[in-house]
């Protein structure tokens, strides 16, 4: 079950390439790397909460997320795997040839180290040092972190999220890791906007007249623009004080099923519009 969504994206990938007689180069990517985390969330099973009620309203009453790092109980030759072989996917080497592959695959090899990034990454702390010291890019080193732990995230933030007060939240980072968001929903039955995790894809609802990022109610510095092609199915938030974006689909304007992992992959043009008129993407500029 906790693979649901992973699972039917997998599926309409599948319909979409054999319509097509073949997918984009960065969906077959992704799918690639999807395969990874199905993989790995079937070993993980579905996590449970070791925290009572009590706990879970007093951290939620003071803005502290319910997943620590240590709460995770991460197994971590598990963790090794999976990062060995996300590695070997972002570098585009499967057998691990290049220098650039050995020199983060060997993280995984190292338990200390591997231990040293994941804290640094997951407590939002700069990786650069630790990248720069091991010979590593900076930003190949985070993406393999993230989506390393993103199966283990995710086990966890499924079993956490209903617990959570919606109404009484509405913070700037997931209530769940402590995640910036970096994709958000309008709900079908409000026009709601909700925000996405971009580490372990839990959903909270947000102001509409807030950047989710550096906090601005101003009106003046907060606009979005809607995807007429798309028939306004898809929205670009952006914030002139702080310069970033937010993705966002608007469930008013379909009745399909929307997957919303899927949707980071098919709104990279927006993004990419976005960066053109010098937007940066706001989970990135926030420093995770």
């Known amino acids: 079950m906790v693979a649901g969504v992973e699972s039917r994206i997998l599926q309409k990938l599948q319909e979409w390439e054999q319509a097509d007689g073949k997918l984009p180069d960065l969906v077959r990517l992704y799918r690639e790397w999807l395969q990874i985390q199905v993989e790995a969330l079937s070993g993980i099973g579905v996590a449970g909460s070791s925290l009572s009620a009590d706990a879970v309203r007093h951290r939620l009453r003071w803005g502290v997320p319910l997943l620590a790092l240590e709460e995770l109980a991460l197994d971590w030759s598990q963790v090794a795997t999976v990062f060995a072989r996300v590695a070997a996917w972002a570098n585009g080497e499967p057998g691990g040839s290049s220098e ?40 190949l080193l985070s993406s393999v972190v993230g989506a390393t732990l993103r199966p283990f995230l995710l086990a966890h933030s499924q079993a956490l ?128």
């Open 161 to 288: 999220v209903p617990q959570v007060d919606q109404e009484s939240w509405r913070r700037r980072y997931c209530p769940i890791c402590g995640g910036r968001p970096d994709f958000a929903y309008l709900d079908r039955e409000k026009g709601a906007r909700w925000l996405l995790c971009s580490r372990c894809d839990a959903d909270w609802l947000f102001q509409r007249l807030e950047c989710p990022y550096c906090g601005t109610r101003e009106q003046e510095a907060l606009a979005y623009f809607a995807d007429e092609q798309a028939g306004q199915l898809y929205r670009l938030y952006v914030c002139e004080r702080c310069r970033t974006y937010l993705r966002a689909v608007d469930l008013r304007c379909t009745q399909t099923e929307v997957l919303l992992p899927l949707e980071r992959v098919l709104t990279l043009y927006i993004a990419e519009q976005a960066r053109e008129q010098g937007y940066r993407p706001g989970c990135v500029a926030a420093g995770l």
């Open 100 to 139: 650039e592959a050995e020199r983060v695959t060997n993280i995984a090899h190292d338990r200390s180290l591997l231990g040293q990034v994941v804290r640094t990454w997951y407590q939002g702390r700069p990786l650069r040092p630790l990248a720069a010291e091991h010979g590593v890019d900076h930003d």
